[in-house]
């Protein structure tokens, strides 16, 4: 089993994915400091909490200090208002970067989503090399923190990992996910292999189980040494469901109605007497 070296800091860490990370890497770092804008609890003497908002960049620098590495998930996890996603998901994600490079730390793997790629159509194999088509403000604002850590891996060196996160649940749930799911027991497979990377400058991988029909490729995952285990066909009725029938591979995240519903309107500021 993989055993790092120090403390790892995670945002979001009151969240889905941080509770998984929380019990799956307890083996796996000597430390967790544990950050999120709710409150939460330690549960030992290995973990440390810190009630910040990623506005806070101050904050954040401090609650990095000395730390290894950060896993950065906070944010709004869903489309939303455009305004709010910038605010959470690129500010906040420049915060984290600064505060990193402020103090002094050495990797930060970013959650990113699949949804940066949402609109390529279903039957495209997608890479991460290929040019982003978000589907929605969300995919944009992912897209953002992904340029934001490039930027951050190239002009100071830190060393970077985005995972473009599939479906993460315990099991799939629509038919859709027998290609984005991903379990949590891979999903800490992946951060742990991006954690543990030896030689990281900066990458971009699909953290997503082994389906058999999943649209993303596998490859630049493999080669940092992440081996999913799982497969939505494993899971009934995953198997019995037709595959997705959506035209893009962001499902209904990709439709108009999704985004314009979750905008607030705008004030008009300007308006003439
Ligand atoms: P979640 O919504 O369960 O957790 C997000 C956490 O961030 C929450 O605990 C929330 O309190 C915290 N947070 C939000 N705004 C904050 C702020 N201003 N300051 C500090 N903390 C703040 O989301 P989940 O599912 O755990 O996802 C984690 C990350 O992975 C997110 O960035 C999400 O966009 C990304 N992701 C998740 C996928 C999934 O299947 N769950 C798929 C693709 C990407």
Redesign the pocket.
């Known amino acids: 089993m993989t055993r790092l070296d120090g403390e790892w800091l995670l ?8 509770g998984i990370l929380r019990t799956g890497l307890r083996s796996v770092v000597q430390g967790l400091r544990l ?4 409150p939460l609890t330690a549960d030992s003497s290995s973990e440390r909490v810190y009630r ?4 806070d960049l101050t904050g954040l620098t401090e609650a990095m200090a000395g730390v290894q590495g950060v896993i950065h ?5 869903d489309e939303a208002d455009f305004r709010d996603l910038t605010e ?2 690129i500010v ?1 994600t420049y915060h984290v970067f600064e505060a990193a490079r402020r103090a002094n730390v050495g990797r930060v793997i970013f ?5 940066v790629t949402g609109f390529y159509p279903t039957g495209v194999p997608v890479g991460p090399d290929m040019a982003v088509r978000p589907d929605g403000f ?1 995919g944009v604002s ?1 897209a953002a923190g992904e340029a934001v850590a490039r930027l951050y891996a190239d002009k100071f060196g830190l060393e970077v990992a985005c995972l473009r ?5 315990p099991r799939p749930t629509e038919p859709r996910h027998r290609h984005t799911w ?1 379990s949590p027991r891979d999903a800490t497979a992946a951060f742990v292999a991006a954690m543990a990377a030896p030689d990281l400058r900066y990458t971009t991988f699909y953290a997503v189980s082994a389906n058999e029909l999943g649209w993303w490729d596998h490859e630049p995952g493999r080669a940092l040494g992440y081996h999913p285990s799982e497969s939505a066909e494993c899971h009934p009725p995953g198997s019995t469901w037709e595959p997705a029938t959506d035209s893009v591979q962001g499902g209904v995240l990709a439709t108009p109605a999704y985004t314009l519903d979750r905008q607030r309107p705008i004030r008009a500021k300007f308006t003439r007497s």
Do not use: E, F, P, R
């Open positions: 945002t979001g860490a009151a969240g889905q994915i941080g950050l999120d804008i709710k910040l908002d990623l506005q998930l906070a944010g709004i996890a959470v998901n906040g959650a990113s989503s699949n949804h969300y992912k996160i599939g479906s993460c649940l991903l």
